[in-house]
């Protein structure tokens, strides 16, 4: 019973570092969803990434990384959220604003 060891090495994933960037903007994009569209700016630069890793995984004939997966899943709901969440901030702050300017506009007479 005399195995012969194993020298089978996976290649390295040229694309793991962009999918881990990915991974980690879409997460920081979704704690900042919600801080004037940061999140959504975030999002869109983790997208782009994780696309850049799934081409370089792919260059290499292996397939996407789940880092990759993963950062482009965190990046599309962050987009989404942030902007989401900058609409309602507009929306709330011009509704706030031609509420003060209608009020500030009569006249009292006293």
Do not use: E
């Amino acid at each position: 019973m005399n195995q012969q060891p194993n020298n089978f090495q996976r290649p390295n994933d040229p694309g793991k570092g962009t999918g881990a960037a990915s991974l980690v903007l879409g997460i920081v994009g979704l704690c900042t969803g919600w801080l004037y569209g940061v999140g959504c700016v975030l999002g869109i630069i983790g997208v782009i990434l994780a696309v850049v890793s799934g081409n370089k995984s792919s260059a290499v004939g292996l397939n996407r990384n789940g880092l990759a997966i993963g950062g482009l899943v965190c990046s599309i709901i962050a987009i989404v959220s942030g902007a989401g969440c900058l609409i309602c901030t507009v929306c709330a702050g011009a509704a706030a604003t031609s509420t003060a300017s209608t009020f500030s506009s009569y006249a009292y007479n006293f």
